[in-house]
């Protein structure tokens, strides 16, 4: 059975910083592209960023280049998504989720894998 993980999620200030952490256990995350999806209550899923699955190639949604960055620790089996200088709006439950492609606008139907999320709610 195939799970992925979300942590790092909570509560932060405007301006603040936050982490989110993907694990996985059954899968190899090193073999997908990965990426992050947020939804916001009454809102459609946003596609945030993703990777290819050897990790050179990476695209962000406008809302939040320059300020999030998607990495990955093959060695951890583990994805990241560091988010700087938060704002309220980046307020959502953010997804991990893993698949076969990372298109420029983030599409979340190339993604078959997904986690439970995580919450970020930023206070202003």
């Known amino acids: 059975q195939v799970h992925l993980v979300e942590s790092g999620g909570g509560l932060v200030q405007a301006g603040g910083s936050l982490r989110l952490s993907c694990t996985s256990s059954g899968l190899t995350l090193n073999h997908y592209a990965m990426g992050w999806f947020r939804q916001a209550p009454g809102q459609e899923r946003e596609g945030v960023s993703c990777?290819?699955?050897?990790?050179?190639?990476?695209n962000y949604a406008d809302s939040v280049k320059g300020r999030f960055t998607i990495s990955r620790d093959n060695a951890k089996n583990t994805v990241y998504l560091q988010m700087n200088s938060l704002k309220p709006e980046d307020t959502a439950m953010y997804y991990c989720?893993?698949?076969?492609?990372?298109?420029?606008?983030?599409?979340?139907?190339?993604?078959?894998?997904w986690g439970q999320g995580t919450q970020v709610t930023v206070s202003s």
């Open positions: 990777m290819s699955w050897t990790g050179s190639s990476t």
């Open positions: 989720a893993a698949g076969s492609r990372c298109s420029s606008d983030v599409l979340s139907r190339n993604f078959g894998y």
